[in-house]
């Protein structure tokens, strides 16, 4: 499975240094309270989107769902170098990212169920999860509408003095939106604090990225705008930590933006209607291969990651109640926060 | 934190663009969180922006605060709703209105939602300038596009015509805490306008220092008995001339400024329509969907009983603005059409 993994992923990129030589079970760090920590995020994130996958088919969840499953090492690694003064923008996908900042379970899950608890009141859903007091713009679902925004939420934080940093998530499909080359540029010119994570996972919906674009590799657009930028395993959660706490250092000493591709892969469809005949079975399973949890798994001992598991499903339950017991928002509250 | 206001000291006659250079350096003085964005406002041997509104600012508050971009507008306007969703006050310039549609995404989807969406956690107090009108320069530096924004709830629409309210309204904009745009008449910003105002004079006394005018207020600029009309920039001065002639055939005009478009002074303008029987509404916009049309909804709902006739809208035709003056004059609504259409209704 490694060795079509490291073809499939040789034939996706121009780079190198793209992660297809890297790609080896991950190392155990050296620190567990930090592998605890991740992992802990990740299952998090992971048990809450089956949770929610489940609660939709039975229909207790409306709308629609883009779940997070196999990219759970993006969010989780990135948000934790961020401090809660950071900020991050998302994506119509913004599960993990919510949970990865500090969204609480309860109140994302409230949210999905259209709540007046959730963490829009009901009024964003799962698409514009969210909350400024986590340091999180509710989530932008039109493809690239954070990267022109993210410039400025860091141009506030420039203009500050500060060194509290944002950072933009985005999928590759994104690249090809005029607001990537808009706000990447301009966030260049003013040196802002912006980590710009791109979520490398192959597919805008079911359309591939070698179909919509000849270079192979994000990190190449960068380059066009001066802008330094890295390949990153999405899948190992101790290298997209490391990656983004090298970026987030720039970023506080002043020395401006970094653009981090993380190769990466969704294990489910794009949304819930999606049954993925554009991808091979082949290339599903060498993916679901490198799942970020089974990586990270040899760091924590048998009985810690049973004991997170426990936790994290008491968790989710407990969001699930949660939800189902709040209040619906009274119908006139479709008519408040229009204006300030 | 913006300043108390203070009694005004004084006042001189300014042009709009004066007036409105006085109300941004004030605001930038009395509130740091205020600061201005967009393309060629502060560059050095530069002009101060397209219509030289900003000429001189940044030498005074420095290019912190008077932040020269690429030519972005999806950039611009996303660095404005950004940064006031972190609590500054941005005012963003977008060069002719017709740029606008370069951002209609951060406007529409962002700038008007994310209060919303976010189920009221975030505000978005940013302010947009948007230089609207025909001027000899065609089809894509000559629009007068305010009825797309009306349409957007999370957004609201200013449309000031004289340099007392104009400075006035943009004060209240920046001071606002939600998205205000705020479209200003290109011909109307300097003394020249004067010739596309009919001989009017465009300057008004405005006072020195700190005062506002309200959004959401209409102001009748004539009093009359027999016919409303409700216009705004060079369509209202247009509107007043034609009212000076219909006065000397016995037609007595009332000419309404809404100043606000969206959220629309329906009182003042109920109020007239009830009074006169009668209403028309003037307009660069192009006819179809144009605000007039909203005005007249409005009124229908409200005032049938009072109409004594039909409403009548004149507008700019349903063609993209032409670059010929000759053309572009067969475009426009003149002093002539709108005359003709009030004499039409009185003698109806």
């Given amino acids: 499975m490694l060795a079509t993994l490291k073809r499939l992923m040789a034939a996706a990129s121009d780079s190198p ?20 920590r991740l992992y802990r995020t990740m299952l998090l994130i992971r048990r809450f989107e089956e949770r929610v996958y489940r609660l939709f088919l039975e229909g207790e969840i ?82 690239a509408g954070g990267n022109s925004v993210v410039s400025g939420i860091g141009l506030a934080m420039k203009l500050s003095g500060d060194d509290r940093v944002a950072v933009c998530f985005f999928g590759e499909g994104a690249t090809n939106e005029g607001a990537f080359h808009e706000g990447l540029n301009f966030a260049a010119v003013q040196r802002l ?49 490391a990656a983004t706490a090298e970026a987030v250092a720039a970023c506080r000493g002043r020395k401006g933006p970094t653009l981090l591709e993380f190769k990466t892969y969704r294990f489910t469809g794009h949304s819930r209607s999606d049954a993925r005949g554009y991808r091979s079975s082949e290339e599903e399973q060498a993916w679901q291969s490198r ?25 989710i339950d407990d969001a699930v109640e949660f939800a189902r017991n709040s209040r619906f928002p009274e119908p006139a509250e479709a008519f408040s926060d229009v204006y300030a | ?54 000429s001189g600012l940044a030498e005074e508050f420095g290019h912190d605060r008077i932040i020269d971009t690429p030519i972005s507008e999806k950039a611009i306007a996303g660095a404005a ?97 939600n998205p205000v745009i705020v479209f200003e008449h290109k011909l109307l910003y300097g003394s020249k306008g004067r010739e596309v105002a009919v001989g009017l004079d465009l300057t008004t006394e405005v006072p020195e220092g700190d005062y506002t005018v309200p959004i959401g207020r209409a102001v009748i600029k004539r009093p009359g008995r027999d016919v409303s009309i409700v216009a705004t920039h060079v369509s209202l001065y247009r509107s007043l001339a034609a009212a000076e002639q219909l006065a000397a055939e016995g037609i007595d005009c009332e000419v309404i400024d809404p100043l606000t478009l969206s959220p629309l002074d329906n009182e003042t303008i109920f109020a007239s329509v009830n009074r006169t029987g009668r209403l028309v509404i003037v307009h660069e916009d192009t006819l179809t969907g144009g605000w007039g049309a909203e005005v007249a909804a409005r009124v229908a709902d409200e005032c049938l009983l009072s109409l004594e006739g039909p409403i009548k809208r004149v507008a700019s035709f349903d063609v993209p603005a032409p670059a010929a003056p000759v053309l572009e004059d067969a475009v426009l609504p003149s002093v002539e059409r709108i ?10």
Avoid at chain 1, 202 to 216: I, M, P
Avoid at chain 1, 294 to 315: H, K
């Fill in chain 2, 81 to 177: 709703i950004g940064a006031a969703v972190l609590g500054m006050r941005p005012i963003a310039d977008m060069q002719y209105s017709d740029f606008l549609f370069e951002c209609m995404d951060e406007i529409v989807n962002q700038a008007a939602k994310l209060r919303y969406m976010s189920g009221g956690t975030v505000s978005v107090p940013l302010v947009m300038r948007a230089p609207v009108g025909a001027s000899r320069r065609g089809a894509q530096h000559g629009q007068s596009p305010e009825s797309y924004f009306i349409h957007v709830p999370g957004v609201k629409v200013v449309a000031p015509s004289d340099a007392y309210h104009a400075k006035g309204i943009l004060k209240s904009a920046i001071r606002d805490d």
């Fill in chain 1, 291 to 315: 799942d970020p949890l089974t990586l990270l798994a040899p760091a924590l001992s048998g009985p810690e990651r049973d004991g997170i598991d426990a936790d994290v499903n008491a968790e």
């Fill in chain 1, 62 to 143: 409306p709308g629609t769902l883009h779940q997070y499953q196999g990219q759970e090492a993006v969010a989780a690694g990135v948000c934790d170098v961020l401090g809660e003064r950071d900020w991050i923008t998302s994506t119509h996908r913004p599960h993990g990212h919510a949970l990865a900042k500090g969204v609480s379970p309860r109140a994302a899950m409230a949210e999905l169920y259209g709540k007046a608890t959730g963490c829009c009141r009901g009024k964003g859903g799962s698409m514009h999860l969210g909350d400024p007091a986590v340091g999180m713009l509710p989530a932008i679902a039109i493809v």
């Fill in chain 1, 17 to 36: 240094d793209s992660c297809a030589d890297d790609i080896e079970p991950i190392n155990a760090t050296s620190d567990p309270k930090l592998a605890a």
């Fill in chain 2, 339 to 348: 005359a003709t259409a009030v004499r039409a209704l009185v003698n109806s």
């Fill in chain 1, 193 to 241: 604090p912006i980590v710009f994570a791109c979520e490398n996972n192959l597919y805008g919906a079911s359309t591939a990225f070698s179909a919509v674009s000849l270079v192979k590799d994000v990190a190449d657009r960068a380059r066009a705008y001066g802008v330094p930028s890295r390949i990153v395993d999405g899948m190992d959660v101790l290298a997209v930590r």
């Fill in chain 2, 1 to 54: 934190m913006t300043s108390m206001p203070e009694r005004a000291s004084g006042s001189r006659r300014l042009t709009i663009a004066e007036a409105l250079r006085a109300a941004i350096a004030e605001e930038l003085r009395a509130d740091e969180r205020v600061f201005l964005i967009g393309e060629d406002i502060g560059v050095e041997g530069g002009f101060g922006g397209a219509f030289g509104v900003y």
